[in-house]
């Protein structure tokens, strides 16, 4: 039970998360980080079971460390989605299923993207997205204020009032709400140089 979404603009990517923690109807944490960044250009936003998630990105980093290190160059945002959503999909070929649906967001020569990616192992690539219990209302936020020109700051915004609006309404999100912004490569590149 929780509240997560992302957001794909020209200039990056935002994930926005709730804080609350719920164990059925206890609430278990008011302070729980719902959004991981893997590293400067990639980030995983996490509904449902957060052991399972902690492991399937405790996992995926190595992996993406490996993989890159090997070939010398570092996963596209995609391969890291597919890397991610084919670990989650060990688990339910396994019989022992990882209770988790990911958005899995990041900034890479392609620019922003941002992909949904759950237990079965699929991966849609998406403008925007929401996950969890409160995302039928976040949902209803994003279609009414999302377009493709949107600045970074302006997603941040829309991020928040979409997951604002499910905490009115969704006793499993709440106590506060956490953004992310990952800038895209060319807008980091223009900022070194102005160093």
Same mark, same amino acid.
């Given at each position: 039970?929780?509240?997560?979404?992302?957001?794909?603009?020209?200039?990056?990517?935002?994930?926005?998360?709730?804080?609350?923690?719920?164990?059925?109807?206890?609430?278990?944490?008011?302070?729980?980080?719902?959004?991981?960044?893997?590293?400067?250009?990639?980030?995983?936003?996490?509904?449902?079971?957060?052991?399972?998630?902690?492991?399937?990105?405790?996992?995926?980093?190595?992996?993406?460390?490996?993989?890159?290190?090997?070939?010398?160059?570092?996963?596209?945002?995609?391969?890291?989605?597919?890397?991610?959503?084919?670990?989650?999909?060990?688990?339910?070929?396994?019989?022992?299923?990882?209770?988790?649906?990911?958005?899995?967001?990041?900034?890479?020569?392609?620019?922003?993207?941002?992909? !949904? @990616?759950?237990?079965?192992?699929?991966?849609?690539? /998406?403008?925007?997205?929401? #996950? &969890?219990? %409160?995302?039928? *209302?976040?949902?209803?936020?994003?279609?009414?204020?999302?377009?493709?020109?949107?600045?970074?700051?302006?997603?941040?915004? !829309? @991020?928040?009032?979409?997951?604002?609006?499910?905490? /009115?309404?969704?006793?499993? #999100? &709440?106590? %506060?709400?956490? *953004?992310?912004?990952?800038?895209?490569?060319?807008?980091?590149?223009?900022?070194?140089?102005?160093?």
């Amino acid at each position: 039970m929780t509240t997560i979404v992302g957001l794909r603009t020209k200039y990056g990517v935002i994930l926005g998360s709730d804080r609350r923690a719920s164990k059925g109807f206890f609430i278990g944490s008011k302070i729980t980080q719902k959004i991981t960044q893997i590293d400067d250009t990639l980030a995983v936003a996490v509904a449902g079971q957060l052991s399972d998630a902690e492991h399937i990105i405790k996992v995926a980093k190595a992996e993406r460390k490996l993989i890159e290190l090997r070939r010398g160059f570092p996963l596209t945002v995609k391969e890291s989605a597919r890397l991610i959503a084919n670990l989650a999909y060990s688990g339910l070929k396994n019989y022992q299923p990882y209770f988790v649906e990911l958005i899995v967001a990041g900034v890479d020569s392609e620019g922003g993207q941002v992909f !949904v @990616a759950d237990m079965s192992g699929a991966i849609t690539g /998406e403008e925007f997205a929401a #996950s &969890g219990s %409160g995302s039928p *209302v976040a949902y209803g936020v994003l279609e009414n204020l999302y377009h493709n020109e949107m600045t970074n700051d302006q997603a941040k915004q !829309v @991020a928040e009032k979409a997951v604002s609006a499910a905490m /009115e309404r969704d006793p499993g #999100s &709440g106590n %506060g709400i956490d *953004v992310l912004i990952i800038p895209s490569i060319i807008q980091v590149q223009q900022k070194e140089k102005v160093k």
